[in-house]
């Protein structure tokens, strides 16, 4: 039993030691600025925006996630990247080289579909994926300026056959800004797969 004991409290010693040393570094790294709950629930609602905009086809709520100059740096690949207005981030993914012509009294480029239209998605066939955001991670730099990663992975349920394709991961990479209050991203990178 004395045994146990020794062995306990050497544990417990341990372990107060690490989480101090784990304090103090985390002391020394954080940000001077201290963010309040509505930045907390502001961040959130603009990421949440986004997310929710797509699931829902809701131009409305995804607009609510972005401020009207934003871009979004697309990288389908390591090594390749373009920026598009956030804006075109919600339209159908374009046409691949040499597919089929757009069906006459398709939406333009950028604009939303009619619902109910046929889409093509990233795996080819018509199948509406589900974004599944996967964790995210926020850092505040000042009261009007934040960070924020995150991970996702798509998936495509196939309701005729039930199956599912889970398409590649990514992650996003945001910079958010708050204006009068709100906050919204103003620029975000979307990765597909690994860096």
Same mark, same amino acid.
């Given at each position: 039993?004395k045994?146990?004991?020794?062995?306990?409290? *050497?544990? %417990?010693? &341990?372990?107060? *030691?690490?989480? +101090?040393?784990?304090?103090?570094?985390?002391?020394?790294?954080?940000p001077?600025?201290?963010?309040?709950? /509505?930045? #907390?629930v502001?961040?959130?609602?603009?990421?949440?925006?986004?997310?929710?905009?797509?699931?829902?086809?809701?131009?409305?709520? @995804?607009?609510?996630?972005? #401020?009207?100059?934003?871009?979004?740096?697309?990288?389908?690949?390591? *090594?390749?990247? @373009?920026?598009?207005?956030?804006?075109?981030?919600? %339209?159908?993914?374009?046409?691949?080289? !040499?597919?089929?012509?757009?069906?006459? *009294?398709?939406?333009?480029?950028?604009?939303?579909?009619?619902?109910? $239209?046929?889409?093509?998605?990233?795996?080819?066939?018509? &199948?509406?994926? #589900?974004?599944?955001?996967? +964790?995210?991670? @926020?850092?505040?730099?000042?009261?009007?300026?934040?960070?924020?990663?995150?991970?996702?992975?798509?998936?495509?349920?196939?309701?005729?056959?039930?199956?599912?394709?889970? !398409?590649?991961?990514?992650?996003?990479?945001?910079?958010?800004e708050?204006?009068?209050? /709100? #906050?919204?991203?103003?620029?975000?990178?979307?990765?597909? !797969? $690994?860096?």
């Amino acid at each position: 039993m004395k045994k146990y004991f020794v062995g306990m409290v *050497g544990v %417990a010693l &341990i372990v107060a *030691g690490g989480a +101090s040393g784990q304090g103090a570094t985390a002391k020394a790294e954080a940000p001077g600025y201290k963010p309040t709950v /509505e930045d #907390w629930v502001g961040v959130n609602e603009a990421v949440d925006n986004y997310t929710l905009g797509l699931e829902l086809h809701d131009a409305a709520r @995804f607009d609510k996630a972005f #401020w009207p100059e934003a871009n979004v740096i697309a990288q389908p690949e390591p *090594g390749k990247s @373009f920026a598009i207005p956030y804006k075109l981030a919600f %339209a159908p993914p374009p046409m691949p080289p !040499g597919g089929a012509p757009m069906p006459p *009294g398709a939406p333009p480029p950028g604009a939303m579909p009619p619902p109910g $239209a046929p889409m093509h998605n990233a795996i080819g066939n018509d &199948i509406p994926p #589900w974004h599944l955001p996967l +964790s995210h991670h @926020f850092e505040f730099q000042s009261a009007n300026r934040a960070t924020h990663y995150g991970y996702f992975v798509s998936v495509y349920p196939d309701m005729k056959t039930k199956t599912s394709t889970v !398409g590649l991961p990514g992650h996003y990479d945001d910079v958010l800004e708050k204006r009068d209050g /709100e #906050w919204r991203i103003l620029q975000r990178t979307t990765a597909i !797969g $690994a860096k």
